[in-house]
């Protein structure tokens, strides 16, 4: 039951002014850099939905297979009947399983990417014909307003992927703060967090053989040409991504592969050839740094799962300080989650 069809067409002015702004202070900045955000037109989308089958990226098929092995836990930790909000749902593969397992009163996928949220809904709807839902197009980041139907229902945010990963810490502790307040009290969280692991399982993850995340990264200058009245030489960046062990985090760039100079609306910039734009920042946590994250970010993790080779955890959080006689819930044999109590 596709509902609220939302003022889609008002926010495309919006848009446009937060992409030029930040591709036009990201250009003249030093370093270069220009949020991770703006990857996901169609385009975009389509081609991180193509990084997520391939061999190399271990993201998606480790948590898929997490969620469903966890699903009745998890169903029986929340209880039936709340409103799942998903934070940046793409193209929404593994929520079935979630749905399947808690059968919310409502589901609210939010993505900034407008074809596939629509089209994502549009699926859903057909597999939970019953299901009321509510597409929210908009950016997670700022300030969020349940729509009226699920504001006095108890929440599940549903935060998938690790797309936490893409902010930085401070940004991420802000993010979580915002869906507390947005979600209310009694709310509870269960996101997706990628874990710190060996750079040569990282590596090939984001510069896979196929190009298809240097496709995903270069499509942003295709974008910014699009959309902005860009004279970007495609052909003269290049995709890279490194691992940056100080930040813990893996790095995208583009990077002039030889001098190059071009518009972008009506401004003129110059690069010389190995300079680069930074487009992202993937961070990885330790499950003792999940766990701090999420509290710094007003949730209190109450159980987590994570797969055998410590690739990646699934964390379920209340909102809120933790209850006095939390029983933590805790999947045996797993070394590291010693610390998580
Ligand atoms: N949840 C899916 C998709 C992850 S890709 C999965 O687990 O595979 C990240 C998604 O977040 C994209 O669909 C992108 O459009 C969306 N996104 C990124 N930044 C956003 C923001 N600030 N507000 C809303 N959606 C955002
Ligand atoms: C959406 N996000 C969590 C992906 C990631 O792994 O950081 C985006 C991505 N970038 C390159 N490959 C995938």
New binding site residues.
Partial sequence: MLLYKNEAELRIAAVDTAFRRDVLNGLAARPRSIPA?WF?NRTG?EL?EAI?TLPEYYV?RT?RSLLSSAACEIAELTGRGRAIIE?????S??TPILLSAVRPAAYVP????KE?LWASAERISQSFPDLPIYPLE????QPLRLPGPVASTPTLGFF??S?IG?LLVPQAVDLLRSMAAALGSDSMLLI?VDQVKDADILLPAYNDAQGVTAAFNLNLLRRINAELEGSVPVDAFRHVAYWNDSEARVEMHLEAVRTVQFEVAGRRFAMAKGETIHTENSLKYGPQDARVLLQAGGWSPIADWSDQHGLFSLILAIEGPPPTATCFHRQPGLPWSKGMQ
């Fill in positions: 955000r996901y989308s991180f997520t998606t948590e934070f940046g749902s793409g193209c593969t593994k939010i993505d900034v990417s596939i908009v950016d997670f980041t998938p992927g797309t893409n997706g």
